[in-house]
């Protein structure tokens, strides 16, 4: 089995190391905490920032190609569209679309009353975002604001594509929302009495993960509405406690109670061991080249 390799992005660097766990390169960059990483269409990374700003790094010599620069606060979500552009979500309300060939924002979208939390982008094209306690669908292309969905009564913390116009959203108010988009209806509530939702990822065979300000993970099936698996005290490298996917579709992870909870994240263990002070992530993503990638705090 190959091991994955992991980046670790902390406040002035970025350290990368290969798959034997050593360190290969320093790369300096933002000046805050990465809080959101993205893969480009053409295999470049995407990062934004509490810094305020995105950097396009270069995957063939992992320089920055160009820094995005427009968000008045930190830059929480992103998202790559269909046309290569790239969408990120930010603190300061707002959505912004950028030309990734040449840097230049093409325009800002606005009707998030606060912090955009998350981005998706549909199989029709259209970008979700999240943020307040609604969900609003844009036409990406114009800027338009397609269609707003209501239901959750608190912050929206997540929201992921499903496939064929459905979408799930997590939120704060302890449910886990399956919509039908073209409809606008909702399709199904999960409910988790108690905890708040962090987060969520699209398994490869379809259910959903969801990851809780509780240490906990657990698995659902959206199709029957019920919890197939619960992973207790588990800490997941994104904070707050969100779990992403390798490259096969599993779990990348790592726990406080059993290190080798999967046994592809063994490395991670290995690493997270070298260091004598914590490190936080608040961002995953999986390069092209089956690699992980991580965007922490120092």
């Known amino acids: 089995m190959k091991a994955n390799c992991i980046i670790f992005y902390q406040i002035f660097t970025i350290l990368t190391f290969n798959c ?18 993205a893969v480009l269409k053409n295999g470049d990374l995407a990062s934004g920032s509490s810094d305020k700003t995105i950097k396009i790094w270069d995957k063939n010599n992992d320089s920055v190609k160009m820094t995005l620069n427009n968000h008045s606060d930190e830059v929480i979500s992103l998202a790559v569209l269909c046309d290569g552009n790239l969408a990120s979500g930010s603190a300061d309300k707002t959505i912004k679309i950028w030309n990734t060939n040449d840097g230049s924002l093409k325009r800002t979208l606005k009707g998030h009353s606060s912090p955009v939390n998350s981005l998706a982008l549909l199989s029709n094209g259209d970008l979700v975002s999240s943020a307040d306690n609604i969900i609003i669908i844009w036409n990406p292309n ?28 997590g939120s704060k108010d302890s449910k886990i929302m399956i919509w039908n988009t073209k409809t606008e209806c909702i399709k199904k509530i999960l409910i988790d009495y108690s905890v708040e939702i962090w987060t969520l ?34 800490k997941y490298l994104n904070e707050p406690y969100s779990p992403t996917l390798d490259k ?8 406080d109670t059993d290190k080798n909870l999967d046994k592809k994240s063994e490395n991670i263990k290995d690493i997270m061991d070298n260091y004598d002070y914590p490190m936080v992530s608040y961002a995953l993503t999986i390069l092209k080249n089956g690699d992980l990638a991580s965007g922490t705090e120092n």
């Open 142 to 169: 114009n800027g338009s604001e397609k269609n707003i969905l209501y239901g959750h009564t608190e912050s929206v913390t997540s929201v992921v594509a499903l496939g064929d116009g459905f979408m799930a959203s």
């Open 248 to 255: 096969n579709g599993d779990l990348a992870s790592e726990s």
């Open 201 to 234: 990822v699209v398994l490869k065979n379809g259910q959903l993960a969801s990851g809780y300000d509780d240490d906990q993970v657990k698995i659902w099936d959206i199709n029957r509405g019920i919890l197939m698996e619960m992973m207790d005290k588990v």
């Open 20 to 37: 034997n766990c050593i360190e290969r390169k320093i790369l300096n960059g933002h000046l805050g905490e990465v809080r959101a990483l």
